[in-house]
């Protein structure tokens, strides 16, 4: 009957039921239930729909306490439980304590089962599944590209590093980073305006957690890091904001041709500069870039 409807606009009670049969499925495994069950809030967007309805159902929760509908309460309690349990990082959160629990024990035969269902639960999370390059405009500097990769215990750090550099943080350099465990802590969501193609603006609620952005004076003198903000916009756009200076970039991922491009550059200047040959790491290499782009289009 209602096909493609989000799970967070059924009825109440066929929400709870089919949290209930979805997750008798998915939860014991890390298998293709497991992804079947968190395809339904596995993108920012979709994340950001559920965490909205769990924070209105929780406001609810409290009313029907304070005016003692204890009746309420319960019926509440049991759709908050269901939805929550369709969040990836609750199941995240809870398998991550299991883990710190058995090696605490050193029951490490335990702790390899739930290593591997934290990796797979990862999967379903945006935040996790940034790696790659990206491209940005720099005030001032134009365009530049970044790798993004992850860093720390858990890979808990995403970390960006410039591909492409300027005068003040070069190639090679961190420019921002963010702990993807750590949202700011006023609230994980934030409302943003991003200019659409047909010039208007649109406002939208997006996944965001704490960081730090880097500054530097020219030649990259007195580098340092500042408070900093990562925005999760969507799967193929994020954004970074520098928060005293107010400066927000957003990054767009490139696509597989571009980023193929790129990569070879970079095997090529780093060819070059193992083998001794400096001269190449500026305009020739840039030749080579022009030639692959040149035969790619061909």
């Not at 009746?71 to 439980?81: D, H, Q």
């Not at 970390?159 to 609230?187: M, N, Q, W, Y």
């Not at 999760?232 to 980023?259: C, H, Q, T, Y």
């Amino acid at each position: 009957g209602r096909a493609g409807t989000p799970l967070w606009e059924l009825p109440p009670a066929m929400e709870a039921r089919l949290a209930h049969l979805l997750l008798a499925v998915a939860l014991p495994q890390a298998g293709m239930g497991m992804r079947s069950a968190m395809r339904l809030a596995d993108s920012p967007a979709s994340l950001v729909k559920l965490r909205e309805k769990v924070a209105f159902l929780e406001q609810d929760l409290h009313r029907a306490i304070s005016c003692e509908d204890f009746e309420g309460a319960v019926a509440l309690r049991n759709r908050l439980s269901a939805l929550r349990s369709l969040d990836p990082q609750q199941r995240l959160d809870d398998l991550s304590q299991q883990l710190d629990e058995a090696v605490a024990d050193e029951d490490y035969t335990a702790a390899l089962a739930l290593h591997t269902e934290v990796m797979a639960v990862r999967r379903h999370l945006p935040q996790y599944n940034l790696a790659g390059l990206w491209r940005g405009l720099y005030p001032q500097h134009g365009e530049e590209t970044v790798r993004l990769r992850y860093s720390g215990r858990n890979s808990e750090e995403l970390v960006a590093v410039k591909v492409t550099g300027d005068d003040h943080v070069p190639k090679g350099e961190i420019t921002f980073r963010a702990t993807l465990t750590a949202p700011p802590a006023s609230s994980p969501l934030r409302k943003v305006y991003r200019r659409m193609e047909s010039e208007r603006t649109d406002e939208t609620e997006v996944l965001r957690f704490a960081g730090e952005g880097r500054i530097a004076g020219r030649g990259f003198t007195d580098p340092r890091y500042i408070d900093g903000e990562l925005f999760l916009m969507d799967e193929n756009m994020i954004g970074f904001l520098w928060v005293p200076m107010g400066s927000l970039i957003v990054f767009s991922r490139l696509d597989e041709k571009e980023a193929e491009i790129i990569e070879e550059m970079e095997l090529r200047r780093h060819q070059a500069v193992a083998a001794g040959d400096l001269s190449r790491d500026t305009w020739d290499i840039i030749c080579d870039f022009d030639e692959l782009i040149d035969h790619d289009s061909d």
